[in-house]
């Protein structure tokens, strides 16, 4: 047998290289695009592997800390850490924010983590430079990806901190890079009200005859005092023992301290199936419309190199070149372009990946599915030329 | 008498129906004999394409039947199910242009149908190669078509029509593109080639200069064919 999707091909390959090129740009969008719902779910992954809990325990009846707000009070982890089975309580806060450095800000979710050894849950497990928070205040450890170097001094609001570790793939589920700052410090963040707005409130509880009461003398300093610190935290994060097993010791938390608490498995339905699942309809949405696109690409290049052979395939049929042979030809060629195009997507989303903000994971698995559609796409394109040729009328060859 | 390699017994072809019928052959008649190459002419629509259609295999007749090889083909119907198989096995086809195959080269333009059709490459290299050889265009034998001249592409043509050896050749004004030369050049080859391979050809012509060169001619005229013996005609070549 002899190739003649090859033979064309090699004949006349500017044509064929430069829509391969084309197609594979196309692919390669598509290919990131896979990519980024995986770079999203690995996020989502990174940010719970990260704070090193085993339960999340929030709000009652939230979908916290991430998906949603969710208060809880400071001192509840006292109680939690009491729970039989329960070895680490810690609180945390987080918060996503601008965080400022000089005359450019960027997009952080800032993190509280409760005073005490590096090991506790939310705090940051590894640094790749400097060294974890020491002091109660006004120290951060950030992710690499804020650019922030050690040394450096960042703007949370109206305080100002100094850098002095670095993380890596330290993100939030959005792929927002990580500040860590001491708790005490990110609650302030979180609740702080600047001085007009204590001033006010001030006012507006001295106004108020059911508190300031003469009589009572302390009761108008005791609610002042109530309104300006704020002791809340967004979450719990509990560490189980290794000899319990994590379900009873949430569901002790849960009948005892009335909460609401999450273990890994419900915390990641809660972030694929909900934080994310917006963004990957939409990525998806644009799955489909690259591939018609490619589709329609496809089909029309195969339909024209078809139609340029026409004369030269009536031809063949004349001759007595079976259908098969015709068929395979213009199969192959579209095939032979799906592959030239699905390499050259692979290689262009290889490259490009690191220059996207959001984090890009291209998994082989993808890739193979990516091949295999682009084989799929690439054959039912070829229908219709095949089609057509098919119904090539061997005597049109003769005058 | 020698067997024909080709006979045509009234073969009408209507094209249409009613009273826009159209009656492209009227009672058509041809023979031609094994090694024997016989010109056929005719005005433009007179039905000379029409004919090679239905011999070719590639058109039904509305009448009449059809022999090859003393093979009846056609009556009524066509006598075998794969037409392409009979084109393929029993038909050389030559066209006014070469119409060879763009992106092959020279050689495997002739070899391509046995390649396609299970033949190993090698053997039906070598097969077109002989014929190159016999048609005095190796030397051309790995040029791409386009690279080839008008005659020596139409000498490929030639060898791709003889690769499988078939009883009958049908050519469709293959000089209308050469020079008198090269044309007279091609008519001749066509006759060595009958008499070696024993090839009943029917070549359909418009061009004056080789018309002498046909032993035996006919004439068609409105899908009506008429004889006309070889009053003292020249072997071709
Ligand atoms: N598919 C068709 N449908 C209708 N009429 C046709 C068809 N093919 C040919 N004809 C008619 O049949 C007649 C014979 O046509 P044919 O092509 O055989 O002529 P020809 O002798 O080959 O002419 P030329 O020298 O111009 O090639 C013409 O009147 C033509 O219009
Ligand atoms: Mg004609």
Redesign the interface.
């Known amino acids: ?2 190739s ?1 999707a090859g ?2 091909i ?3 390959w500017g044509k064929f290289v430069f829509t391969g090129f084309g197609l594979g740009l196309l692919i390669g969008v598509t290919l990131t695009m896979a990519g980024l719902y995986r770079g999203m779910v690995d996020d989502g992954m990174a940010l719970l592997d990260n704070s090193g809990a085993d339960l999340w325990v929030v709000q009652r009846d939230t979908l916290g800390p991430y998906a949603e707000p969710s208060g809880l009070p400071g001192d509840l982890w006292r109680d939690i850490r009491s729970v039989p089975g329960v070895a680490e309580a810690a609180n945390v806060t987080y918060l996503t924010m601008q965080v400022g450095q000089g005359e450019r800000d960027i997009r952080a979710m800032v993190a509280g983590v409760t005073a005490g050894d590096p090991g506790i849950p939310g705090w940051p497990p590894r640094l790749v430079a400097g060294r974890q928070i020491t002091r109660g205040h006004y120290e951060a450890v950030a992710d690499m990806s804020t650019g922030f170097a050690l040394g450096d001094t960042l703007r949370i609001r109206r305080n100002h901190y100094t850098v002095v570790g670095l993380t890596r793939r330290m993100v939030s589920s959005n792929g927002d890079p990580m500040v860590f700052i001491p708790l005490r410090d990110a609650q302030e963040a979180q609740f702080l009200k600047d001085n007009d707005a204590i001033l006010m409130q001030r006012r507006r509880a001295e106004a108020d005859p059911s508190l300031n009461r003469p009589g009572i003398p302390g009761l108008l300093e005791a609610v002042l005092g109530t309104q300006t610190n704020n002791e809340n935290v967004n979450a719990v994060l509990v560490r189980v023992h290794p000899g319990f097993a994590i379900q009873d010791v949430a569901e002790n938390i849960r009948r005892w301290q009335r909460l609401t608490v999450y273990d890994r498995a419900q915390m990641e339905s809660i972030l694929i199936g909900k934080l994310i699942a917006t963004a990957a309809k939409q990525i998806g949405m644009f799955l489909v419309i690259l591939a018609f696109v490619s589709a329609a690409i496809v089909a029309f290049i195969i339909y024209t190199l078809t139609m340029d052979k026409i ?2 395939i009536a ?8 259908n098969r ?1 015709i068929a395979a030809m213009i199969l192959q060629q579209s095939l032979l372009l799906g592959l030239l195009g699905f390499v050259v997507g692979k290689i262009a989303a290889t490259f490009a990946a690191p220059f996207f903000p959001r984090f890009i994971l291209l998994i082989p698995a993808d890739s193979l599915r990516g091949l295999l559609a682009v084989g799929v796409i690439c054959a039912l394109a070829s229908l219709v030329a095949i089609r057509i040729a098919l119904k090539v ?3 049109e ?3 | 008498m020698k067997a024909d390699g080709i006979r045509v017994e009234n073969v009408s072809k209507r094209f249409g129906e009613g009273s826009a019928a159209i009656w492209a052959l009227k009672d058509a008649n041809l023979r031609v004999a094994p090694g024997e190459v016989v010109g056929l002419i005719g005005p433009s629509g007179s039905g000379k ?1 029409t004919l ?2 239905c011999l ?1 295999a ?2 039904d007749p509305t009448a009449g039947r059809m022999f090859l090889h003393e093979e009846l083909i056609y009556e009524g119907g066509w006598k075998m199910g794969d037409l ?2 009979l ?3 029993k038909i050389g ?1 030559i ?2 242009s070469p ?1 060879l ?4 080269n020279a050689t ?1 333009n002739v070899a ?2 046995p ?3 299970g033949v190993r ?1 090698a053997e039906a290299r070598h097969r077109a190669r002989e014929l190159l050889e016999a048609l005095d265009v190796h030397h051309r034998a790995t040029a ?1 078509p386009a690279q080839l001249s008008g005659g020596e592409q139409q000498r490929v043509a030639i060898a ?1 029509s003889l690769i499988n050896r078939p009883p009958v050749i049908l050519a ?2 293959p000089t209308a593109p050469l020079d008198s030369e090269r044309a007279l050049a091609v008519i001749r080859i066509l006759n060595t080639m009958a008499q070696r391979f024993d090839t009943a050809v029917i070549v ?1 012509t418009h061009d004056e200069k080789i018309i002498p060169t046909f032993r035996r001619l006919y004439h068609i005229r409105d899908g009506v064919t008429h004889e006309e013996a070889g009053e003292g005609r020249s072997p071709g070549g």
């Open positions: 047998m002899i003649l033979r064309d090699l004949h006349s004369r030269e031809v063949l049929k004349l001759l007595g070149a079976r042979a009328d061997p005597a060859a003769i005058g | 394409s090679l259609k070719g590639v058109m392409r198989a084109r393929r096995d086809f066209f006014q119409y195959i763009p992106f092959l495997d391509l149908i390649m396609l059709t490459n791409m791709r469709d004004e359909v």
